[in-house]
């Protein structure tokens, strides 16, 4: 824009004024564990995510980042457009095609290298079956690290802990699990026509339930994501297990390539573990009573999946790339 033009009525939008709490984005969840509701984020929310990520993350005009993810995404157009852009950083858009994105790491200094690159669990999926030369190991230790997820909040955030059924906070010292909430300037609005869900949404205190369940790790100084409380979080036999952890251990298993964990009902035990398992084409097919046995060898008896579904091809994920659980609970086990 030049000086001539500026302030003209063709780009009066440069100039409308706006207040910190006015909506400035609509956002979709991706319907992971519901119907799909759209985010209304603030002017003051994106102003704390872009500055909470550039001190935190030290973004300079230097950075040249390759973005693959969706625009209608908040990693894509916050995390990996929005920040670096902000900075004065140079960002590549690419579809997130394996082949194409290895070639673009191979191509370093001839286009410029990439100093960050930013992705979701199935992408680096896709990018370590895509890479031939990658051992077993390294693959089963990439998908791993993929699913360890942790949290350290930003500095316009507050976090907290609390138990599911009292709502009273958790000391994080206390190494204990609960839903992880969360308040501050990051926080979105509104549910965008949906004053129930919104009210739903935050606590008394006007805290937001993630509906995420976590548990703070001291040694690390964050925390340890578990599992979505409606999806992840199994309860059997008196135990509150999450599949999370289940499927990160049996990740190591040589013929597993990939696996999702999931809670069927159970009259006795009110709900058992099912794994939906893909396995690696280049390995010995194990049976379900070899894997339970192997598991067992690992994690405790009651954790260990009673129930195998195995799938020739990949494990069926929503239009964001997400494996969608109640989705498969009903298409694969007809259980709503």
Known sequence: M???????????????????????????????????????????SLDAQVNDQRSMWGWTADDRVLNVLPLHHVHGVINMTAVPLYSGACVEYMVPDPTRIWQRFRMGAMVGPLSLFMAVPTIYAKLIQTYETFSPEEQRA???????????????????IVDEESGKEISPESG????????????????????????????????????????????????????RASADIIKTGGYKVSANEIERELLDHPAIREIAVLGLPDEVYGERVAA???LRPDQPAPSDEDLRAWAKERIASYKAPSTWLFLDDEIPKNAMGKVAKKQLRRDLFNVE
């Open 2 to 44: 030049t000086e001539e033009t500026r302030g003209s009525k063709d780009n009066a939008c440069e100039d409308a004024p706006y207040e910190p709490e006015d909506p400035a984005m609509l956002i979709f969840t991706s319907g992971t564990t519901g119907r799909p509701k759209g985010v209304v984020t603030r002017f003051l």
């Open 142 to 160: 990439c998908s791993e690290a993929a699913r360890d997820l942790r949290l350290m909040p930003m500095p316009s955030a507050r976090v907290r």
């Open 176 to 227: 204990e699990s609960g839903e992880l909430r969360i308040t501050g300037d990051i926080v979105f609005k509104e549910y965008w026509n949906r004053p129930d869900a919104t009210a739903e949404a935050f606590d008394e205190e006007g805290w937001f339930k993630t509906g995420d369940i976590a548990a703070y790790d001291p040694e690390k100084d964050s925390y340890r994501i578990l599992g």
């Open 276 to 278: 939906i398992v893909v």
